[in-house]
């Protein structure tokens, strides 16, 4: 059974970093692309960023290029989402994805809250 647990996601001030993780099962993550997802309250889903299979290619949304840095590690089936200099229109629900054999998998999001 796939699943995509992230976490990493809380509370912080504007100008704060945080670090999400998205831990997958149920399938190797070494052959995949994985991305991560935001949606705010009110909006619809954005991609954020994503990574090709061997990480070597990288992909963000304008409105994060340059403070947000996304990484992979296969070796322990896990993504990961840097976010620095982070602003209150970073507020949102983050969610992991894969493409897989014709099936999209969502995790269940973890919150990303910027507020002084």
């Known amino acids: 059974q796939v699943q995509l647990v992230a976490s990493g996601g809380d509370l912080v001030q504007p100008g704060g970093s945080l670090r999400l993780s998205c831990a997958a099962s149920?399938?190797?993550?070494?052959?995949?692309?994985l991305i991560w997802y935001r949606q705010a309250p009110g909006k619809e889903r954005e991609l954020v960023a994503g990574i090709t299979s061997d990480g070597e290619g990288t992909n963000y949304a304008d409105s994060v290029k340059g403070r947000f840095a996304i990484s992979r590690d296969n070796n322990v089936n896990k993504v990961f989402l840097q976010m620095n200099s982070l602003k209150p229109e970073d507020t949102a629900v983050y969610f992991c994805y894969v493409f897989r054999f014709g099936n999209h998998y969502w995790g269940q999001g973890t919150q990303v809250t910027v507020s002084s």
């Open positions: 149920g399938f190797p993550i070494s052959s995949y692309t």
